[in-house]
């Protein structure tokens, strides 16, 4: 299990090598969080912008799969396991591995609460 200081996650210069992309879909709420929450439906195949609240830089992530309106999208690669961040808090445990931009949800999601 890798830690996640060691997982891969996008960063700003990716986000400025990416070329066209749309406007903002989807917010982060904390720098250092896993996943965005999609604020739009985002399609399969799409580059979507992201936005930090807590500093409004933008990160540019590449959808896996078709993620609806209000749910959340990887923004970094972890194995089976491993803690989830969102609020600067671990609020989950990853199922699966995850890749970036992949759809996050209860197939791969653990909530913490139960």
């Not at 960063?11 to 250092?32: D, P, Y």
């Not at 929450?37 to 992201?50: H, L, R, Y």
């Amino acid at each position: 299990m890798s830690n996640n200081s060691q997982a891969s996650t996008v960063t700003e210069k990716q986000s400025e090598a990416a070329g066209n992309v749309s406007t903002h879909k989807f917010l982060i709420h904390h720098r250092g969080d896993h996943v965005g929450v999609a604020t739009s439906p985002i399609q399969e195949g799409e580059k979507v912008v992201g936005i930090y609240m807590d500093d409004n830089s933008d990160v540019v992530v590449t959808a896996k799969g078709d993620i609806p309106l209000g749910h959340k999208i990887s923004l970094v690669n972890l194995e089976a396991g491993e803690p989830v961040l969102k609020y600067g808090v671990q609020v989950g445990l990853t199922t699966d591995k995850w890749e970036i931009g992949d759809y996050v949800h209860t197939h791969n999601i653990k909530t913490a609460r139960w």
